[in-house]
């Protein structure tokens, strides 16, 4: 039985507290957004699940902000992966902590890949985009900025 206060879940409308997100600057480009969302953290270029951010160019951005939608986040890495190597251009994604020790993780990033991940001292309190409460997920999440070393760096970051 799922504890109080806990949510289990794997919809793709949960949405990152702007001043999370804030916390890392400012970005120019959403892939993976709301209009509403994209007002909210002033992301001046957006794409939603009506325009399809997988099959948009991302080169032409400098700062990307990615909470990727759950069941496709291995999409959107690749992707963020991709467009770093051509434009060195300030990619954090959001994500699972879990996903990082999978095999589909390590394989997109390559042997040469890498960067920073900030792990929070606790868990993002997502909103719902569904009605539901916003509440803690049963799992931790961390945010990935990708850079051109091929290590992986962990930094600390308190809520
Ligand atoms: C986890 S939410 C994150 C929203 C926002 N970026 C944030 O940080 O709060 C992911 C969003 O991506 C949208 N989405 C789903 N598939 C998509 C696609 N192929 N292209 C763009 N957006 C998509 C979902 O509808 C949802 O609003």
Redesign the pocket.
């Known amino acids: 039985m799922a504890k109080a206060g806990v949510v289990f879940t794997k919809d793709?409308?949960?949405?990152?507290p702007s001043v999370f997100?804030e916390r890392f600057g400012k970005f120019d480009y959403?892939?993976?957004?709301?209009k509403e969302?994209?007002a909210e953290?002033g992301v001046e270029h957006f794409?939603?699940?009506?325009?399809?951010?997988?099959?948009a160019d991302w080169t032409p951005y400098k700062r990307i902000?990615?909470?990727?939608?759950?069941t496709?986040k291995h999409e959107f890495f690749r992707k963020a992966v991709e467009t770093f190597t051509k434009t060195k251009a300030d990619i954090y994604i959001?994500f699972p902590i879990e996903f990082i020790t999978t095999k589909r993780f390590h394989d997109i990033l390559g042997p040469r890949g890498g960067g920073v991940i900030y792990v929070p001292d606790g868990r993002i309190k997502?909103?719902s985009?569904l009605g539901k409460k916003a509440n803690s997920p049963a799992f931790g999440s961390c945010v990935m900025k990708l850079a051109d070393i091929s290590t992986v760096i962990m930094e600390r970051i308190q809520l």
């Open positions: 793709n409308e949960y949405y990152t997100v959403d892939p993976a957004t709301t969302k994209a953290f794409d939603t699940i009506e325009t399809d951010g997988l099959k902000w990615i909470n990727p939608p759950f496709i959001l997502f909103e985009g």
